[in-house]
């Protein structure tokens, strides 16, 4: 009877979400001939601009891994407090998590907006947008991964009188670092894709490039600009994929 009473309830919610958006396929079918258009414009790509591409591409690239960077730096100490194995300050610790849940709940196009309406057009406004947001994910992430340690070690450490900076030094960082190395890599993949969108609001990078185009109406060249962001994306998925497994 719950169950029933559970898929009668989605289907509801669906119905009235479906609703209140509009969706619908008629709309869908009527605007297919115009996709088909869109899509045939973009053919065949346009090759000359590749260098271009390329070299804003790396940008991206670059972007992303910067970002990452000061996030992981940020995330460390941040990681540390919101552990409720580390140090025992309750309210400390609530603030810290409560910093982390709002900065996750700050969507970095909102963040690349807010800085490149303070510092102008280019990608170091992307740099600060993806580095704050990365930051919510980051110290979750660490805080975790430190909360779950074997506390055998940190407990032989506390009996002979270490330190809380040497209980972390030889008692915790040895366990985790392994962790943290992963969700860097991780959180560099997704900084990447991030980046590619935070170029739309003139945040630099190959999203930026992928805008002009867009807007000049030059189909071609938007086709090439989304083959190499579709090989850019598959190649460091992958890479950051075998990388983590290496760690792990």
């Not at 309406?117 to 740099?127: E, R, T, W, Y």
Request: net charge positive; with cysteine.
């Amino acid at each position: 009877m719950k169950k029933i009473a559970f898929l009668a309830l989605f289907l509801i919610i669906s119905f009235i979400a479906a609703q209140a958006v509009e969706f619908s396929f008629e709309k869908l079918l009527h605007g297919a001939p115009f996709m088909a258009d869109f899509l045939h414009r973009m053919f065949p790509p346009n090759w000359s601009i590749l260098p271009k591409v390329l070299r804003e591409t790396l940008l991206t690239m670059e972007l992303a891994w910067i970002s990452t960077v000061l996030a992981t730096i940020l995330s460390l100490p941040v990681g540390f407090l919101a552990a409720k194995n580390v140090f025992e300050l309750p309210l400390l610790r609530k603030i810290t998590i409560f910093i982390l849940n709002a900065d996750r709940a700050i969507d970095s196009l909102i963040l690349a907006l807010f800085f490149v309406s303070a510092v102008g057009l280019g990608p170091f406004p992307g740099v600060l947008a993806l580095a704050i947001h990365s930051v919510g994910m980051l110290g979750k992430l660490f805080a975790d991964a430190i909360e779950s340690i074997d506390p055998g070690p940190v407990e032989a450490l506390a009996s002979v009188g270490a330190g809380k900076l040497a209980l972390i030094r030889w008692g915790i960082w040895p366990q985790v670092a392994p962790h943290f190395i992963s969700y860097f890599l991780f959180r560099f993949e997704l900084n990447v894709r991030t980046a590619v969108v935070l170029g739309l609001v003139g945040a630099g990078g190959v999203g930026f490039l992928l805008t002009q185009y867009m807007r000049l109406f030059q189909y071609q060249e938007v086709c090439t600009v989304l083959l190499v962001i579709l090989v850019l994306v598959m190649l460091v998925d992958a890479v950051s994929s075998k990388l983590r497994r290496s760690v792990l």
